[in-house]
């Protein structure tokens, strides 16, 4: 709190007649008091998805409507088959986990699924080879 009042008291300076001076040492007093905030990463989202959707930000910022429109799509569309992807992972280990009797192990793996993918489905199927579950 002492570095925001401290802040404050610099705007009687003739330098902190601009905007970003002050924009500056507020994001400055801010970050030393609270930190940075620590960027949300999911999972299942794969390093060529992510060089897609940092592609996808480039052509916006340099206005290539036509560009980021096609980045967009294809950003998407990674993004859709990842998370599947994913998805069908956890219950294939969720499965194995059943299969072998570890029940926490199995049912932490398919309640990650129900919280993070409530869209998604993945079966999993029963086979002759399963026998009863």
Known sequence: MIEIQNHFAALSHEEADSWDTLKHKH???AEAVFGIRPSKHHEWISDDTGQLVDDKCTARLAG?????????T???????LNKQRWAEEKAELGKLYLSQGCMRDA??????????????SSLIHKTETDGEL
């Open 107 to 120: 049912f932490a793996h398919f309640r990650q699924l129900r919280s993070t993918c409530p869209l998604i």
């Open 64 to 72: 290539d409507l036509e560009d980021y429109k096609e980045l967009n």
């Open 27 to 29: 994001n400055a007093a």
């Open 74 to 80: 294809c950003c998407k569309k990674s993004a859709r």
